[in-house]
């Protein structure tokens, strides 16, 4: 009886926690770097813990990047080894052409969800636009 009394006395505070996490979660991006919101509760306990946690960093698929590596690669005779990623975001472009239409053009009026992800070597940096897959791409 008395476990029965603990349990309902730890439940009522259930939905105030639940209810504060999905409020808190809501302004929280995944792969933003901003902190994500952990809760833990135990039934058999009466407290419950809600802690800042770093959240994951979102990265492109590495055969996307492998994809622009290789390209880029063949484009400049820069071995692919060489070449560096050293920023990577997700991003949505604003249609199939990524943002980046050439003159006489059609491109598909569609938000592109993809990636925006820089190379360097040395002191030369390329910036590549491509969809979510790394199928399309482009070079800025």
Known sequence: MKSLQKLHQSSKYVAPVLVLAGVLSLGMGVGSGKPAIAVS???NQPDFVISAAPAQTVQPPPTLISTLRRSLSKQT??????LRVVESSP???PNGCLGLARPDEMCTQVMIPGWRVVFSHGSQRWIYRTDATGKNYRLE
Not at 77 to 82: D, E, L, R, T
């Open 41 to 43: 509760f135990m039934a």
């Open 77 to 82: 005779g820069i071995p692919a080894k060489a």
């Open 91 to 93: 991003k949505t472009w």
